[in-house]
């Protein structure tokens, strides 16, 4: 799988939206771009996920830059519950394996 | 909605001792993960089940790790015996299916403290 390159940390007031930036210059035409975070104490939970269009649900919306090098994780309007580390994470399709690396931890900050 | 669900939540023990871990997926999910994760790190798969068969143990540590899904239902991780490092937060998450682009939902993991 495509290594993925996050900054360690990233604050954001509440209320505001938070852009978590994700580099994955190595990527392959059969690799998608999957989103996770970590609450503190709890497992990681699935947010979002993209192949080469922008994508948008309930949590999140997606940016893929056209060449596919990067990817912006957007939350809208952050909340303090949306403080937990985010994982970008590049997955072949047809394979399951998910590998994580250190992922950014986001703070919203009152 | 369905869970993941993981039993003990927290899991101190010596040393050299024996434990063991228990995860329940999400009712008709095939696939079943083990993961570890050490303090400041993301998860690291140890080990994939598909049904009751072992798809990736690679990164399992055989000589002191076990598991088990013998129904292909709710799972079993052992380490025996279990040494300082293994300190870490086990994590189970299951999934649909094997491949695809389907998502894996984890349960609230087992923290464990080895003295």
């Known amino acids: 799988d495509a290594k993925t390159t996050q900054p360690p940390s990233m604050d954001c007031a509440e209320g505001r939206a938070a852009n978590l930036p994700c580099n994955h210059s190595?990527?392959?035409?059969?690799?998608?771009v999957y989103w996770y975070r970590q609450i503190h104490s709890q497992g990681p939970q699935y947010i979002i996920h993209g192949l080469k269009n922008n994508e948008t649900n309930e949590m999140a919306s997606l940016i893929i830059t056209e060449d596919r090098k990067s990817s912006t994780l957007i939350l809208p309007h952050a909340t303090l519950r949306d403080t937990a580390v985010y994982y970008c994470?590049?997955?072949?399709?047809?394979?399951?394996?998910?590998?994580f690396g250190k992922g950014t931890m986001l703070l919203v900050s009152p | 909605e369905a869970e993941v669900a993981q039993s003990p939540r927290y899991k101190i023990t010596e040393k050299s001792q024996a434990v063991a871990f228990w995860c329940d997926p999400i009712?008709?999910?095939?696939?079943l993960y083990w993961y570890r994760q050490i303090l400041g790190q993301g998860p690291e798969l140890l080990v994939q089940f598909q049904d009751e068969s072992v798809v990736d143990d690679s990164q399992l540590p055989k000589d002191r790790f076990s598991a088990e899904r013998l129904k292909g239902v709710d799972s079993t991780l052992k380490i025996q015996p279990a040494e300082l490092g293994d300190s870490a937060m086990y994590l189970c998450?299951?999934?649909?299916?094997?491949?695809?682009?389907?998502?894996?939902?984890f349960g609230p993991g087992t923290r464990l403290t080895v003295l």
């Open positions: 994470i590049v997955r072949v399709e047809g394979y399951s394996t998910l590998t």
């Open positions: 190595t990527i392959s035409g059969n690799e998608y």
């Open positions: 998450a299951s999934s649909h299916l094997a491949g695809g682009i389907n998502e894996q939902f």
């Open positions: 009712s008709g999910h095939a696939t």
